[in-house]
Structure formats: structure tokens, C-alpha cells
């Protein structure tokens, strides 16, 4: 693709999260939203109508047909994203994925061989790392000036209520959402591996000790082992008291 030439959008998944992708692509000079998906008609229609959007259809194997679409921006829950995303791979389209990209490694391996077998573009959300603070401490772990790392704590301690779960039906279940490793923790790992480098071992107890109703944990403990020897911990929770976010 040449760099002058204009990359079309097609959004899959019209709900809390699509605006900030809308917004994104409508403000990047060589990008367009060319058409919008979600199984919900009238979801469909009002977020089309907000953002000016001409096409929108309501299966997305129906958008992925579209010739003009050159990437497709993948905003449903969470189980959805990696054979939504093997899709539009074999549809030739190049595609940005809400993280996580799968629910387990096993999909999310399918789902990479799928990009790579259709020499497609295959990326995934992970906004973190471009946080102005989190930039500059890589900065100063790759020069070395806190010399040889060999040890790190992460903890996030948040709240999610049970109304946070109640707002849709798929938050909270194990083949749709992920509980609080992949779909809170996810980014935070994610930078471990950015500053430090690929974890090697890892031992880890997850549980569900907050919420009755859900089908995921919320609490996480783990060791980890990395490649250049160096060990870390981390800590995640999803049952601080209201308001906390650490």
C-alpha cells in the first residue's frame, strides 16, 4: 500500500468501546470509516448516524465481502475476537483486535498462523505503551541506567461491581470475557514482557473470591520467571473498594 493511499475501515462491534475507534480513524488524515456492523439494528443505525457512516450491515461476514474495506476493526467481546478476526483474515482484510485477542493460547496461535498464511496485518490494542511516563521508564531500562534488572513487583487493585457485570451478558462468562488476567491485566503484563523481555516459567493460582455471579476470577497471584533470569510477581484484583485503581 503506498503511503499517500487512503485506508478504509469497517467496524465490527458497535458498543462501549467503538467510539474510541471510531474517533481514532475519523481523525487520521489518510484513514475513512467506510462501513459499521453490530448484530443490533438499532445500535447499528445510531452509531452509523453519529459518526457519518454510509454503510452498515448486521452480520459481519457480510461486511468482511465489502471490497471497499481494507481493515476491519474488531470491538465485540472478548470470545469473539479471534474467529471474527480468522475471518476477516481469509477475507483478506487486515485487522486491529481489541485486546485480548483470544481467550486462550491455543485460539490465539490459530489466530496468528491465519494472518500469517494470508500475509495480512494482524494488531492488537495495547494504548498502554504509549503512555508519555511508560515510554520513558523503557527508555531508561534499554540505556541501562537502573543497571541489571533482577526482580520486579506489578499489583493492580481495582474494582469491578457486580453491576460492572450486569451491563452485558457476556461479561463474567469463561468462553466470552476472561476474567481479571485478560481483560484487566492484560496491558500491564503486556508491559513486563515490553520492559523486561519474555517470561520463561511462570507458576500462578487464580480464584474467585469477590463475586458469586460470574464465572472467572477476579484475583490473580503469580511467579515469574524470565528469559534473562530476572523474577517478578504480580497481583491483580478486581475486589478493591469502589473507587480504587492502583
Known amino acids: 500500500m503506498k503511503k499517500d493511499t487512503q485506508i478504509r475501515f469497517g467496524l465490527i462491534g458497535c458498543g462501549r468501546i467503538a467510539p474510541r475507534h471510531a474517533e481514532s480513524i475519523v481523525n487520521l488524515k489518510r484513514a475513512k470509516l467506510e462501513a459499521v456492523c453490530d448484530i443490533e439494528k438499532k445500535k447499528a443505525l445510531d452509531f452509523a448516524e453519529e459518526w457519518k457512516v454510509q454503510k452498515v450491515y448486521y452480520n459481519y461476514l457480510n461486511l468482511l465481502e465489502d471490497p471497499d474495506i481494507d481493515v476491519v476493526s474488531i470491538c465485540t ?11 476477516a483474515a481469509k477475507a483478506q482484510k487486515h485487522a486491529l483486535i481489541e485486546k485480548p485477542i483470544a481467550t486462550n493460547s491455543t485460539v490465539a496461535d490459530k489466530l496468528i498462523t491465519a494472518f500469517k498464511k494470508h500475509r495480512k496485518k494482524l494488531f492488537v490494542v495495547k494504548q498502554v505503551r504509549y503512555n508519555p511516563a511508560v515510554v520513558k521508564v523503557r527508555e531508561v531500562i534499554k540505556k541501562g541506567k537502573l543497571g541489571k534488572i533482577i526482580s520486579c513487583a506489578l499489583t493492580m487493585r481495582w474494582t469491578r461491581p457486580d453491576e ?15 476474567g481479571a488476567l485478560l481483560t484487566q491485566g492484560i496491558h500491564y503484563l503486556d508491559l513486563l514482557q515490553w520492559f523486561f523481555g519474555p517470561v520463561e516459567k511462570i507458576m500462578a493460582k487464580t480464584d474467585r473470591l469477590g463475586h458469586k455471579n460470574i464465572e472467572i476470577e477476579d484475583v490473580v497471584s ?12 504480580i497481583e491483580f484484583t478486581i475486589c478493591t473498594y469502589p473507587h480504587n485503581l492502583e
Open 222 to 233: 503469580a511467579i515469574l520467571k524470565f528469559k534473562s533470569n530476572a523474577l517478578g510477581t
Open 164 to 178: 460492572y457485570f450486569k451491563q452485558s451478558p457476556w461479561r463474567g462468562t469463561k468462553q466470552m470475557d476472561g
Open 77 to 87: 467481546p472478548n470470545g469473539l475476537h479471534a474467529p471474527m478476526g480468522i475471518d
